[in-house]
């Protein structure tokens, strides 16, 4: 009983949301699939400031990376004057 491969799908599968919005409006389904889904002015605003917040947060984490990374060589630089100290005056 081996299985046959089944054939590939060139049809993209539909989820059920969007089943649902072509029994609600077939016509905004075919615009969608045109021109692509278009947001409102109020939602546009929304995804800028919600893009706004995201570069600052990325920003930040960047900046506090930089930040750790010269108290790291501030603290192996201490270490190794230590060092030399250490062994140079050891008498």
Known sequence: MD???????THRRVGASELAQM?????RVLLEHRFGKRNSDERRRAMQRGQRVHRRCLQEGRRGAIAWRWIRLVIDW??????????????
Do not use: D
């Open 23 to 27: 029994a609600v409006c077939e016509r």
């Open 3 to 9: 299985r046959k491969p089944q054939p590939r799908r």
């Open 78 to 91: 201490v270490r190794r004057l230590l060092g030399l100290l250490r062994v140079g005056g050891g008498r």
